[in-house]
Each structure stands twice: as structure tokens, then as C-alpha cells.
């Protein structure tokens, strides 16, 4: 599986962005699907996951009611959309795939297989 994520960019607190990742290869509906973002200076965190199938979604407390993960199995695609963006929302996001992860697995970087290049996301005060 090849990942390719995109639509970062420079915003002001408040806006929105919608990130995207494509995925190639086949059976895109058997991987869940995770998000996470690197800050300068500090370790990867998790986002948002999706599990395989369209399934459930999970979130980070820091984004819980602001940003929404969904996936169009159908054109091998994942997004996340961010509202109400914030400064300390400023990172390289990465979507990552693992076929058929638990629930309890999600959050965690090493659990994942496959990584998309990483997309710059900068929000401004």
C-alpha cells in the first residue's frame, strides 16, 4: 500500500482544511486508517483513525468536536476535515494504514505498516 496525503497548508485560527490521503494497492476497505502529526521538536501523536470498513472513528481529546476523519472506500480515500483550527494544531500530519488493527491498537505510531508522506499543516494567531 502507497499513501499520499495532501491538502495542508497556511491558515488562520479559526479556518478550516480538509487533508486527504490516497491509497493504492488493493483491499483499501480491509486497513484501518490513522492520522497523526509531528510538532518541531516533539514525537508523533495520534489524530483520528477510522477503522477498515468505514467503521468506527476514534479521536484525540485535543481534536474531539473539531475535526472528523471519513473514508471513500470505493476511491481509496481517507480525509480529515479540521475546523476551528488553532496554533497549537501546527504540525506534519501523516495518514498511515494497518490492516485489519483493533480498536485498542489505533493510537499507537509502531502499529501501523504503511505511511504517507506527511503534509504541513501551520495555523497562525
Known amino acids: 500500500v502507497q499513501l499520499q496525503a495532501s491538502g495542508g497548508g497556511l491558515v488562520q485560527a479559526g479556518d478550516s482544511l480538509r487533508l486527504s490521503c490516497a491509497a493504492s494497492?488493493?483491499?483499501?476497505?480491509?486497513?484501518?486508517m490513522g492520522w497523526f502529526r509531528q510538532a518541531p521538536g516533539k514525537e508523533r501523536e495520534f489524530v483520528a483513525a477510522?477503522?477498515?470498513?468505514?467503521?468506527?472513528?476514534y479521536y484525540a481529546d485535543s481534536v474531539k468536536g473539531r475535526f472528523t476523519a471519513s473514508r471513500d472506500n470505493a476511491k481509496n480515500t481517507v480525509n480529515l476535515q479540521m475546523n476551528s483550527l488553532k496554533p497549537e494544531d501546527t504540525a506534519v500530519y501523516y495518514c498511515?494504514?494497518?490492516?485489519?488493527?483493533?480498536?485498542?491498537?489505533?493510537?499507537?505510531?509502531?502499529?501501523?505498516?504503511?505511511w504517507g508522506q506527511g503534509t504541513l499543516v501551520t495555523v497562525s494567531s
Open positions: 498511515a494504514a494497518k490492516k485489519y488493527l483493533i480498536i485498542t491498537a489505533m493510537t499507537n505510531p509502531d502499529n501501523y505498516d504503511y
Open positions: 494497492g488493493r483491499a483499501f476497505s480491509d486497513y484501518a
Open positions: 477510522i477503522r477498515q470498513r468505514g467503521g468506527n472513528t
